[in-house]
């Protein structure tokens, strides 16, 4: 079924290393994907955003990565700080309907 | 500073009850959602809105229902109906349209519901 999930429940980096946090979704019509930081007890945060059409998209200190051949999108994070700690999800639209749909979440623990 | 408010950041609800979550924008978007999150789980959608008196059920909407008479306001009514309420539930806003696949949906803080 449609599903948009993520390899690893769980990732713990030390600070100042770089941070992978991979999603794999199965709908091959979707056409937008978004990535959030949830902290404890609060609504999730935009991080970053890519179409379709594009492979990758660099923000401030993170790289979305999108491989649209084996559906897979990733996060990069470096020099990950303390600060970055939180649940990342990933979430998907599809080109019709706008719906959203989030994966399960990764949580990312930076140790000092 | 533009964005979504929510409260009360804590509710408790009694047997029977039924219980409203507010849920306010100053974004000028005009749709906007509810989700509701269980722990380590990620969000299913209750409700949306895409105008002033238009909404839609989402996947989990049995036991919620909402209004959306003004455009920066979007109410969710946890009625006695929904038998497993304790969650946390997000309000969420969007420029543009619901179908618009191109606007990321933009996140209040939550409020976080519980049985007494």
């Known amino acids: 079924g449609e599903s948009v999930g993520l390899h690893l429940p769980t990732l713990s980096v030390q600070e100042g290393d770089n941070s992978i946090i991979n999603c794999a979704y199965s709908?091959?019509?979707?056409?937008?994907f978004i990535w959030y930081k949830q902290e404890s007890g609060k609504g999730p945060q935009f991080i970053i955003d890519?179409?379709?059409?594009?492979d990758k998209r660099q923000g401030q200190r993170v790289t979305v990565l999108l491989n649209k051949t084996v559906k897979h999108l990733s996060l990069q994070i470096a020099a990950t700080q303390p600060g970055d700690s939180a649940v990342y999800f990933c979430?998907?639209?599809?080109?019709?309907?706008?719906?959203?749909?989030f994966g399960q979440g990764t949580e990312l623990s930076v140790k000092p | 500073d533009g964005g979504i408010t929510q409260s009360p950041k804590y509710l408790f609800r009694k047997e029977g009850q039924n219980v409203t979550l507010s849920c306010e924008q100053n974004l000028n978007h005009d749709a906007m959602y509810w989700y509701r999150q269980d722990p380590g789980q990620g969000l299913r959608l209750i409700y949306y809105?895409?105008?002033?008196?238009?909404?839609q059920k989402g996947d989990i909407a049995e036991g919620y229902s909402v209004s959306r008479e003004k455009k920066e306001s979007f109410p969710l009514t946890v009625t006695s109906a929904q038998k497993n309420p304790t969650a946390f539930y997000l309000c969420?806003?969007?420029?543009?349209?619901?179908?618009?696949?191109?606007?990321?949906?933009?996140f209040g803080d939550g409020t976080r519901l519980s049985i007494l």
């Open positions: 809105s895409q105008i002033v008196n238009d909404f």
């Open positions: 890519i179409r379709s059409n594009m």
């Open positions: 969420a806003s969007k420029l543009g349209y619901v179908g618009n696949s191109n606007q990321p949906q933009h």
């Open positions: 709908n091959s019509a979707s056409d937008y």
């Open positions: 979430a998907e639209i599809h080109n019709q309907g706008g719906k959203l749909i």
